[in-house]
């Protein structure tokens, strides 16, 4: 959501009259074309008001144009004028007190009340603490953080107190928050840090619990977290409106924008009726609704008598009229206010009891009087027996041990049960004292106090209690606190205490240099503070050879260095000085030597002193030695000069220029001789550099051997450079030719068959490759380039040799399916003739079969021992006996 300054409508610095000035004839320009299309119909009479509305809605845009652009460039000139005159003013202002102040800050804030006080009942000592706070706010350093004593300034986070609204820095606050908890904890808690103590506020010391330790800096209202600083609002405010409920509660919210201090009173309008009710009800201010009629009341008192006399109010007081009344016994009457109808006399009641021996002893009072006390059971003095007798006679002792305790709380009675009150203890005990450091044999009845003194701190955890006998509850420090404050000026005037002193509440006024402007600032800060700005201007003398300073403002401290120009003849020419005034220049003075390294170096000194008029640097047009260029040399340089660029004068070899720096040529300083080597071209392909030095006219024919490679990279070639770079291309590839047989392989894996050549061997490959048929009978021979192109096919020979073959596989089939038809023919027929005697057979002949069952399997098993067993063990036998002979 935008900040209500931003929202349209919502502005507080124009009145009623002038937002109606500016909502009310757009909106009539707008309803008249409607009105006369809806009567009419017509278009034409509708076209001549939007062109009027049209010029005025443009007018109106230029005149606010105009008027912002002039106000952003007042805003910019201001600044940039109180930048130039002093660039820390963010940092050191606070509230001034001008000779001539204008007052435009004062007419500001009071146009932003006036709704508070322009109507019935408006009442402004109400906002006179919050106007207050906003007018400090504004003024950068007017307000102090009394935990540091330093500027709050609008870039801080802060946190205000919400009892006496003052502003501290959030770590500040937080810091003293911790240290207050910590001190406190420190000396009353036995299980130090096992209790949550609260905090005081360094100001008004109103106390807040742990969880209400800031920890995150938001705006005066709440509702915005880390608020940015906006040059359009009020510091660390939100610049929405400030909603909190007023106080005292009346069900409104506060509807200034986000400020520091106090609400004001409420400024809502309510219709109440007056205090009695009597009169209709009239609209009022809600923070000063109630209001009186000025008639009479007229309400009954609650002495039911009179009628109240007084003007129209809120609870009627108590009956002021005197009249004479009865006590509650009824013998005395006195003359006493109405107000307090029942009162007792000082006579005893002496009417007879129930029981009609004893009189009441009750002092004066209403209605019946209590029954008898010595009418009911009653008890001997000891309180071991009880009896019921008349209330005549006394009860006797018991004659029993009393036993009743004494006074000392550890001892009973030892008389006989008796009357009266039990004498003193008079039995010897071994006491401890008061503060539990020694034991002595003494009387019960008598305290026991010993002469060593406390030597625990007190509450204020500086001095001693030295109190005899101490049981630990030191009592508070009786001493003043004498400890100096923040303000280094004075000291604590309370009693001592524990933490931190409350700041200095005394102000120090710092005036200017010339007194004319004086700043109000907390005690303390005078020595960190700059004197306030003033308007008047400087009045200190000139300390140069000019006759006035320039003029500026009143300052702290010297006055800055004079910065009009020199203007002293000077030396050797016809030329003033130009440069800036120099009679009074800070320069640093020569250091002591230091006797040894145990000395410390001192910081250097600076002296003023008037430095000399420099040489005269007024350029004269000079050519150079070597006449390159012309430039301006100054005046106490005047003459040929050296340009730093290379001398370009041609050398005895006519091939190179003199690269010395520009130079004055006489028969002395000649240029010089070329000493570098020869850097003509070479014939194209010679690698090699002429061995002459730099020398007029064509270099010699190249003479030296030239090493490469042949073309199949195996042999190494040596050739005279000058034949090699003067052959063709054909006499060339002769050259680089080893003769030999070309190493490489052809793609079909045979070597190459040429001498050796440059570039990639031909691939008609000459050598002679063998080839067969499918059947591996016929063999042939081809050339390798050909062989990929012909083919071997099988002749009629091979033809018959596959079809005898082929028969003899299909007879060698035949004959193992025959055989397998063979045996599972006999299977099933073995099958078919047990199926057929398996329900007749005899007992004797089953066993019979059965006991050749038994021998087959018994056979069976010998077969299986002898095949699979034997060698098994024999191989177990052969490992054992390769491992130990290993072993």
């Not at 009539?28 to 809605?57: H, W, Y």
């Not at 520091?260 to 219709?271: D, E, H, N, Q, Y």
């Not at 047009?621 to 301006?632: D, L, Y």
């Given at each position: 959501?935008?900040?209500?300054?931003?929202?349209?409508?919502?502005g507080?610095?124009?009145?009623?009259?002038?937002?109606?000035?500016?909502?009310?004839?757009?909106?009539?320009?707008?309803?008249?074309?409607?009105?006369?299309?809806?009567?009419?119909?017509?278009?034409?009479s509708?076209?001549k008001?939007?062109?009027?509305?049209?010029?005025?809605?443009?007018?109106?845009?230029?005149?606010i144009?105009?008027?912002?652009?002039?106000?952003?460039?007042?805003?910019?000139?201001?600044?940039?004028?109180?930048?130039?005159?002093?660039?820390?003013d963010?940092?050191?202002?606070?509230?001034?007190?001008?000779?001539?102040?204008?007052?435009?800050?004062?007419?500001?804030?009071?146009?932003?009340?006036?709704?508070?006080?322009?109507?019935?009942?408006?009442?402004?000592?109400?906002?006179?603490?919050?106007?207050?706070?906003?007018?400090?706010?504004?003024?950068?350093?007017?307000?102090?953080?009394?935990?540091?004593?330093?500027?709050?300034?609008?870039?801080?986070?802060?946190?205000?107190?919400?009892?006496?609204f003052?502003?501290?820095?959030?770590?500040?606050?937080?810091?003293w928050?911790?240290?207050?908890a910590?001190?406190?904890?420190?000396?009353?808690?036995?299980?130090?840090?096992?209790?949550?103590?609260?905090?005081?506020?360094?100001?008004?010391?109103?106390?807040?619990p742990?969880?209400?330790?800031?920890n995150?800096?938001?705006?005066?209202?709440?509702?915005?977290?880390?608020?940015?600083?906006?040059?359009?609002?009020?510091?660390?405010?939100?610049?929405?409106?400030c909603?909190?409920?007023?106080?005292?509660?009346?069900?409104?919210?506060?509807?200034?924008?986000?400020?520091?201090?106090?609400?004001?009173?409420?400024?809502?309008?309510?219709?109440?009726?007056?205090?009695?009710?009597?009169?209709?009800?009239?609209?009022?201010?809600?923070?000063?609704?109630?209001?009186?009629?000025?008639?009479t009341c007229?309400?009954?008192?609650?002495?039911?008598?009179?009628?109240?006399?007084?003007?129209?109010?809120?609870e009627?007081?108590p009956?002021?009229?005197v009249?004479?009344?009865?006590?509650?016994?009824?013998?005395?009457?006195?003359?006493?206010?109405?107000?307090?109808?029942?009162?007792?006399c000082?006579?005893?009641?002496?009417?007879?009891?129930?029981?009609?021996?004893?009189?009441?002893?009750?002092?004066?009072?209403?209605?019946?009087?209590?029954p008898?006390?010595?009418?009911?059971?009653?008890?001997c003095?000891?309180?071991?027996?009880?009896?019921?007798?008349?209330?005549?006679?006394?009860?006797?002792?018991?004659?029993?041990?009393?036993?009743?305790?004494?006074?000392?709380?550890?001892?009973?009675?030892?008389?006989?049960?008796?009357r009266?009150?039990?004498?003193t203890?008079?039995?010897?005990?071994?006491?401890?004292?008061?503060?539990?450091?020694?034991?002595?044999?003494?009387?019960?009845?008598?305290?026991?106090l010993?002469?060593?003194?406390?030597?625990?701190?007190r509450?204020?955890?500086r001095?001693?209690?030295?109190?005899?006998?101490?049981?630990?509850?030191?009592?508070?420090?009786?001493?003043?606190?004498?400890?100096?404050?923040?303000?280094?000026?004075?000291?604590?005037?309370?009693?001592?205490?524990q933490?931190s002193?409350?700041?200095?509440?005394?102000?120090?006024?710092?005036?200017?240099?010339?007194?004319?402007?004086?700043?109000?600032?907390?005690?303390?800060?005078?020595?960190?503070?700059?004197?306030?700005?003033?308007?008047?201007?400087?009045?200190?003398?000139?300390?140069?050879?000019?006759?006035?300073?320039?003029?500026?403002r009143?300052?702290?401290?010297p006055?800055?260095?004079?910065?009009?120009?020199?203007?002293?003849?000077?030396?050797?020419?016809?030329?003033?000085?130009?440069?800036?005034c120099?009679?009074?220049?800070?320069?640093?003075?020569?250091?002591?030597?230091l006797?040894g390294?145990?000395?410390?170096?001192?910081?250097?000194a600076f002296?003023?002193?008037?430095?000399?008029?420099?040489?005269?640097?007024?350029?004269?047009?000079?050519?150079?030695?070597?006449?390159?260029?012309?430039?301006?040399?100054?005046?106490?340089r005047?003459?040929?000069?050296?340009?730093?660029?290379?001398?370009?004068?041609?050398?005895?070899c006519?091939?190179?220029?003199?690269?010395?720096e520009?130079?004055?040529?006489?028969?002395?300083?000649?240029?010089?001789?070329?000493?570098?080597g020869?850097?003509?071209?070479?014939p194209?392909?010679?690698?090699?550099t002429?061995?002459?030095?730099?020398?007029?006219?064509?270099?010699l024919?190249?003479?030296?051997?030239?090493?490469?490679?042949?073309?199949?990279?195996?042999?190494?070639?040596?050739?005279?450079?000058?034949?090699?770079?003067?052959?063709?291309?054909?006499?060339?590839?002769?050259?680089?030719?080893?003769?030999?047989q070309?190493?490489?392989?052809?793609?079909?894996?045979?070597?190459?068959?040429?001498?050796?050549?440059?570039?990639?061997?031909a691939?008609?490959?000459?050598?002679?490759?063998?080839?067969?048929?499918?059947?591996?009978?016929?063999?042939?021979?081809?050339?390798?380039?050909?062989?990929?192109?012909?083919?071997?096919?099988?002749?009629?020979?091979?033809?018959?040799?596959?079809?005898?073959?082929s028969?003899?596989k299909?007879?060698?089939?035949?004959?193992?399916?025959?055989?397998?038809e063979?045996k599972?023919q006999?299977?099933?027929?073995?099958?078919?003739?047990?199926?057929?005697?398996?329900?007749?057979?005899?007992?004797?002949?089953?066993?019979?079969?059965?006991?050749?069952?038994?021998?087959?399997?018994?056979?069976?098993?010998?077969?299986?021992?002898?095949?699979?067993?034997?060698?098994?063990g024999?191989?177990?036998?052969?490992?054992?006996?390769?491992?130990?002979?290993?072993?």
């Amino acid at each position: 959501m935008e900040p209500a300054w931003r929202q349209q409508g919502r502005g507080r610095g124009r009145s009623q009259e002038a937002q109606g000035e500016r909502s009310r004839p757009p909106q009539k320009e707008k309803e008249k074309p409607e009105l006369m299309g809806g009567v009419g119909g017509k278009t034409k009479s509708a076209a001549k008001p939007e062109r009027q509305v049209g010029v005025s809605v443009q007018s109106k845009f230029e005149e606010i144009r105009k008027s912002n652009q002039a106000a952003a460039k007042r805003l910019v000139e201001s600044c940039i004028s109180s930048s130039s005159d002093d660039d820390d003013d963010d940092d050191e202002e606070v509230e001034v007190k001008v000779a001539n102040n204008d007052g435009k800050r004062g007419k500001i804030l009071a146009s932003t009340f006036t709704t508070y006080t322009d109507q019935t009942g408006g009442d402004a000592t109400g906002l006179v603490r919050t106007g207050q706070y906003v007018s400090d706010l504004f003024q950068s350093g007017a307000l102090t953080c009394l935990i540091c004593i330093g500027s709050v300034k609008r870039t801080q986070a802060v946190w205000s107190c919400s009892s006496c609204f003052s502003l501290f820095h959030l770590p500040c606050i937080q810091k003293w928050a911790k240290d207050s908890a910590f001190l406190v904890s420190s000396i009353t808690d036995e299980d130090f840090g096992q209790k949550l103590h609260p905090w005081p506020c360094p100001k008004c010391r109103a106390e807040y619990p742990p969880s209400a330790t800031p920890n995150r800096y938001t705006c005066y209202c709440g509702k915005l977290q880390d608020p940015p600083a906006d040059p359009w609002l009020a510091p660390h405010s939100c610049g929405s409106v400030c909603q909190k409920e007023l106080k005292p509660t009346c069900g409104h919210t506060c509807l200034l924008l986000c400020h520091p201090g106090p609400c004001p009173p409420c400024p809502k309008m309510v219709s109440v009726s007056c205090l009695c009710g009597k009169a209709k009800p009239l609209p009022r201010r809600c923070s000063n609704k109630a209001w009186s009629c000025q008639q009479t009341c007229s309400k009954l008192l609650p002495c039911k008598q009179h009628t109240c006399t007084q003007p129209c109010h809120k609870e009627c007081s108590p009956c002021p009229r005197v009249s004479i009344q009865r006590c509650l016994c009824g013998r005395e009457e006195a003359e006493r206010s109405c107000s307090s109808p029942q009162w007792t006399c000082p006579q005893v009641c002496g009417s007879l009891l129930s029981c009609g021996n004893h009189t009441c002893e009750v002092l004066c009072h209403d209605g019946a009087c209590p029954p008898c006390p010595r009418s009911v059971s009653r008890a001997c003095p000891c309180g071991k027996t009880k009896s019921s007798l008349p209330c005549t006679e006394e009860v006797a002792p018991c004659g029993d041990t009393c036993d009743r305790p004494l006074s000392c709380g550890k001892h009973t009675c030892s008389m006989r049960c008796h009357r009266g009150s039990c004498e003193t203890c008079r039995q010897e005990v071994e006491k401890e004292c008061r503060c539990g450091k020694y034991r002595k044999l003494m009387s019960c009845h008598k305290e026991y106090l010993c002469d060593s003194k406390c030597p625990k701190t007190r509450g204020c955890q500086r001095h001693q209690c030295r109190r005899k006998c101490c049981p630990g509850n030191c009592p508070p420090c009786d001493q003043s606190c004498g400890r100096s404050l923040g303000c280094r000026n004075h000291k604590c005037p309370s009693g001592c205490h524990q933490g931190s002193c409350y700041p200095c509440p005394e102000s120090v006024e710092v005036p200017c240099s010339c007194g004319s402007t004086v700043l109000s600032v907390p005690c303390g800060r005078e020595r960190s503070t700059r004197p306030p700005r003033c308007k008047e201007t400087c009045r200190q003398p000139p300390s140069c050879h000019h006759p006035s300073r320039e003029t500026h403002r009143c300052h702290p401290g010297p006055c800055p260095p004079c910065k009009l120009p020199c203007l002293l003849p000077l030396r050797r020419c016809s030329h003033t000085c130009p440069l800036p005034c120099h009679d009074q220049v800070l320069v640093k003075s020569q250091q002591v030597q230091l006797a040894g390294p145990w000395e410390q170096p001192s910081k250097p000194a600076f002296v003023q002193k008037a430095l000399p008029c420099p040489p005269c640097q007024v350029p004269i047009p000079t050519a150079c030695f070597g006449e390159h260029e012309v430039s301006p040399v100054p005046c106490h340089r005047q003459g040929r000069f050296s340009c730093k660029r290379p001398c370009g004068r041609p050398l005895t070899c006519g091939n190179h220029d003199c690269r010395r720096e520009c130079h004055l040529v006489t028969d002395g300083n000649k240029c010089d001789v070329c000493d570098e080597g020869c850097s003509k071209p070479r014939p194209p392909g010679c690698p090699h550099t002429c061995s002459r030095p730099c020398h007029p006219g064509n270099c010699l024919t190249c003479s030296q051997m030239t090493r490469r490679r042949c073309h199949c990279k195996i042999s190494m070639l040596y050739v005279e450079c000058t034949k090699l770079t003067s052959a063709d291309q054909q006499l060339k590839v002769k050259l680089g030719s080893c003769n030999n047989q070309c190493p490489k392989e052809l793609s079909c894996g045979h070597r190459c068959k040429q001498v050796c050549h440059p570039g990639v061997c031909a691939e008609e490959c000459q050598q002679k490759v063998k080839l067969r048929c499918p059947c591996k009978r016929i063999k042939k021979e081809f050339l390798c380039a050909l062989s990929g192109q012909c083919v071997v096919q099988c002749d009629d020979v091979c033809r018959d040799q596959q079809r005898k073959v082929s028969k003899v596989k299909e007879a060698e089939q035949r004959a193992a399916q025959e055989e397998e038809e063979k045996k599972l023919q006999e299977e099933l027929e073995a099958f078919e003739k047990r199926q057929q005697r398996g329900g007749r057979r005899s007992k004797r002949r089953g066993r019979r079969e059965e006991g050749e069952d038994e021998a087959g399997g018994s056979s069976r098993r010998r077969w299986w021992s002898c095949v699979v067993l034997v060698p098994l063990g024999g191989a177990l036998l052969s490992v054992a006996a390769y491992y130990l002979l290993t072993s």
